[in-house]
T-cell receptor, first 113, second 114 residues
Framework: SQQGEEDPQALSIQEGENATMNCSYK?????LQWYRQNSGRGLVHLIL?????REKHSGRLRVTLDTSKKSSSLLITASRAADTASYFC?????????????FGTGTQLKVEL | GAGVSQSPSNKVTEKGKDVELRCDPI?????LYWYRQSLGQGLEFLIY????????KSGLPSDRFSAERTGGSVSTLTIQRTQQEDSAVYLC????????????FGDGTRLSIL
């Protein structure tokens, strides 16, 4: 089963609206990261939040982390058509070495004009 | 500077053939990762290199898969006797070190096995 599972699987909104994506995971983590992937491209890192952090901001992005519930959310405010992409959460679990990431299956976001 | 570079961008081959995929990481990045992404799916970890340490091969799906990293820089992922289920996008990433570092991805190699 997936370490990280995103919800919803797909989201369609109008430009200017906010988009919220959620991620749940199963085991203790070192950090949780969010990535964006445009069609046919590689992943682009958005935000990294450490296990001892609860909230982080970057421009129009806001990420929260609740380690007691093993969940995270990504909020994109004032969405734009260019935000259309797939968004993945990835967990860096406490394995004792390295930071190989375990990815969820992603949320496909479509922002319509 | 340049990002992570992967080649070829697309590869079509017949079942049973061997393929080699190349990854050129960002200069100075000591950690290098290979992932596989099947259509509409998340990424599946394959293998990870960190400096001169022994690679973490725990994600390789079978002994047909192998990878090496020469001189701590360029990496090659080799798939022998390819099967149709090997069809996927193979993504490479690098990071400065390990631990609380973002990974920087290439655009991947789209592998199609006929």
């Amino acid at each position: 089963s997936q370490q990280g599972e995103e919800d919803p699987q797909a989201l369609s909104i109008q430009e200017g609206e906010n988009a919220t994506m959620n991620c749940s995971y199963k085991t203790s983590i070192n950090n949780l990261q969010w990535y964006r992937q445009n069609s046919g491209r590689g992943l682009v890192h958005l935000i990294l939040i450490r296990s001892n952090e609860r909230e982080k901001h970057s421009g129009r992005l806001r990420v929260t982390l609740d380690t007691s519930k093993k969940s995270s959310s990504l909020l994109i405010t004032a969405s734009r058509a260019a935000d259309t992409a797939s968004y993945f959460c990835a967990t860096d679990i406490l394995t004792g070495g390295g930071n190989k990431l375990t990815f969820g299956t992603g949320t496909q976001l479509k922002v319509e004009l | 500077g340049a990002g992570v570079s992967q080649s070829p961008s697309n590869k079509v081959t017949e079942k049973g053939k061997d393929v080699e995929l190349r990854c050129d990481p960002i200069s100075g990045h000591t950690a290098l990762y290979w992932y596989r992404q099947s259509l509409g799916q998340g990424l599946e970890f394959l293998i990870y290199f960190q400096g001169n340490s022994a690679p973490d091969k725990s994600g390789l799906p079978s002994d047909r898969f192998s990878a090496e990293r020469t001189g701590g820089s360029v990496s090659t992922l080799t798939i022998q006797r390819t099967q149709q289920e090997d069809s996927a996008v193979y993504l490479c990433a690098s990071s400065l070190t390990t631990g609380n570092q973002p990974q920087h991805f290439g655009d991947g190699t789209r592998l199609s096995i006929l």
